[in-house]
Each structure stands twice: as C-alpha cells, then as structure tokens.
C-alpha cells in the first residue's frame, strides 16, 4: 500500500473541502515515535462531513464495505490503495481531538495532523475493551503513547478507570 499518497490524496481533498480530521491508528502511533507495521489508512472525521467522505472515497474509486454512525471501512481494488477505515465524531469529543492534533510528518513527505497521544491511548482502549486480543498489540501502542513528552498520564488513566480496564492500564504503565 502507497500510504503516503493515500494520506496525501485525501489530506488536500479534506483541506479543500473544510473537514476536520486527523489521523489515528497505526500511522499516528508511528508519528509518535513506534514503527510498527500498519495495513490501512486511519482517520478521525468531523461526523458532520460524513455523507461527504463517503462519496469522496467512493469518487476516489474505493468500495464501501461497513458504515454505521461512528465508522466507514473502505477499500480499493488496487492493492497500491489499499484500506481506508474513518471514525466520525461530533460534540465534545470531536471539539477536544480537533483542537489538541498536532501537524507532524506522518509518512513519506506527508504531514498532518495527528491526534494527541492522550486520545490515540483512548482510542485503544475501547479497542482493546472491545476486542481483548487487540491487547497483545495495543497495550505496546499505549505505553508508547503514555511516554510521549508532555503526555496526560493521569487523563489517560481516567479514561481507563471510567471503561473498567484500570488493571490493564496500570500493567501497561509498570511496563514502561
């Protein structure tokens, strides 16, 4: 998969456009310092662009294979562009992951906003609430995540607490 183009194509389709948006996922996690292998393009969309994003990505020739109010999961026929997957967010939430993302290089010569590491820590951890085997990989995202300078440590392990994963947290946090 060409990540930087893909990123590339539709970070200046959503500039263009006026959407909000950052990247999560893989691709945020290594903008924050871990390398680790990805297999699609993540990203975090202002739920009011939604109908949007999903006739850009069908425009931009990806098929749409799941949409629910919080996520989209698209893919294209050309393995170069691979699998796009956006979680749409609105009120509170999207205020506070719009306005913390920091524009960092991502891929390639790409930069971006990237949503802040105390989100991206979040973000996996409804994952691997979700999906508890996602805690093999996730929880090393985390503590990456939990060790960014600056980092809201306590923020993060709120959120935690508040999803009754404290266990999980404080295993991931002794870790680091």
């Given at each position: 998969m060409q990540f930087d183009e893909v990123l590339k194509t539709f970070s200046e389709a959503f500039d263009k456009e006026q959407i909000r948006y950052a990247v999560i996922g893989g691709l945020a996690v290594h903008a924050w310092g871990r390398s680790r292998l990805t297999k699609d393009?993540?990203?975090v969309v202002d739920f009011s662009a939604r109908e949007?994003?999903?006739?850009?990505?069908?425009?931009?020739?990806?098929?749409?294979?799941?949409?629910?109010?919080?996520y989209s999961n698209h893919a294209h026929a050309d393995p170069r562009f691979g699998r796009v997957d956006f979680m749409y967010v609105r009120g509170e939430t999207a205020e506070r992951i719009f306005a913390s993302a920091t524009s960092k290089p991502v891929v390639g010569d790409v930069v971006a906003p990237?949503?802040?590491p105390e989100h991206l820590a979040m973000m996996k951890a409804l994952s691997m609430k979700n999906v508890p085997h996602r805690a093999l990989y996730e929880g090393e995202d985390v503590r990456v995540l939990l060790n960014v300078p600056g980092v809201d440590r306590d923020l993060v392990r709120e959120f935690f607490r508040q999803h009754g994963l404290l266990g999980l947290y404080d295993a991931i946090d002794k870790a680091r």
């Open positions: 393009v993540d990203l949007r994003v999903i006739q850009l990505a069908v425009a931009l020739g990806y098929e749409t294979l799941y949409v629910s109010d919080g990237v949503a802040a």
